[in-house]
């Protein structure tokens, strides 16, 4: 990307982020003496409505924390689960392995014998 598009991009960014702060400036300043009657497992009355905003994004942003690391914690197991199933199969190939060589060391040992040679150990 050019130089030119890179500083339209950056300023755009702080332009919305500019913005972003001006509004919710905006909205708490002419808020701050608003209140609010509102239910939550009880009835409260005359809630300042900045606090009730505040709240309700602290509740938001605890909530979505809960539901990523809950997806994350459910990955982690489902991952577990693979790896536990892999050493498994690695283990069952190694002594299916061992079978097999003892098994070829075995018929080695009779074809030797039957031919007429000594079998080594």
Not at 73 to 88: F, N
Not at 92 to 115: F, M
């Amino acid at each position: 990307m050019s130089l030119v598009f890179k500083r339209v991009k950056t300023y755009s960014k702080l332009a919305l982020l500019v913005g972003l702060a001006v509004v919710a400036l905006l909205v708490i300043v002419y808020n701050r003496s608003n209140t609010v009657d509102f239910w939550f497992f009880g009835r409260y009355e005359q809630i300042n409505v900045l606090w009730l905003v505040g709240c309700t994004a602290v509740g938001s942003v605890a909530s979505w924390w809960i539901v990523s690391a809950s997806i994350g914690v459910g990955r982690d197991l489902a991952e577990l689960k693979r790896s536990r199933e892999l050493q498994a199969t690695r283990n069952d190939q190694e002594s299916l392995a061992k079978q097999l060589a003892e098994t070829e060391k075995r018929i080695d040992r009779k074809l030797k014998t039957a031919v007429g040679e000594k079998p080594e150990d």
